[in-house]
């Protein structure tokens, strides 16, 4: 069994939780600062997308993944990986980005690889004016190049 990506780790919990029909305990007031996560399968492949304030991550998370804490940057977290919960993989791909607010003002987020131990992610940062409401769209080839993409849609606001 991987170690789990911290974020990822916080995630899971949450999903689990969400899994079971029962809802995360989240205090209102910290909904926006929550982890919030989308997921596709394809295959035997799972590629999970989430979204976070920086200024919610840990000075040390902020600084393993190299981006910098502030409300209004949002950080893209994608992992995509192969084989069964608990023994998942890492599966190397070409992530793209981008993120599109209700204006129709539209960023390109430069995705990077991020490696922790034997975990292979990738990370994009954006910049906003809060409140806002981004609508990400996430296009990620694998080796081989098979092809997934996802679309989501979340809200941010002044903590």
Do not use: N, W
Not at 94 to 108: F, Y
Not at 121 to 131: A, R
Not at 148 to 153: C, E, K, Y
């Amino acid at each position: 069994m991987q170690p789990h990506h911290p974020v990822l780790a916080a995630l899971a919990a949450a999903l689990l939780l969400a899994a079971c029909g029962a809802e995360p305990p989240i205090p209102a007031a910290d909904k926006a600062s929550a982890p919030q996560e989308a997921i596709v399968r394809a295959g035997d492949t799972t590629i999970r997308a989430s979204v976070v304030q920086t200024s919610t991550l840990g000075a040390g998370v902020a600084s393993q993944y190299g981006i910098r804490r502030a409300p209004g940057t949002v950080m893209l977290l994608v992992a995509v990986r192969t084989g069964d919960d608990g023994d998942e993989s890492a599966v190397p791909a070409r992530v793209t980005a981008t993120a599109t607010d209700l204006r129709g003002q539209r960023q390109d987020i430069a995705m990077r690889e991020l490696r922790v131990g034997d975990l292979l992610d990738y990370v994009g940062t954006v910049e906003t004016t809060l409140p806002d409401t981004l609508r990400f769209d996430v296009t990620i080839v694998r080796e081989g190049g098979a092809t997934s993409s996802m679309q989501f849609t979340r809200e941010f606001f002044p903590q």
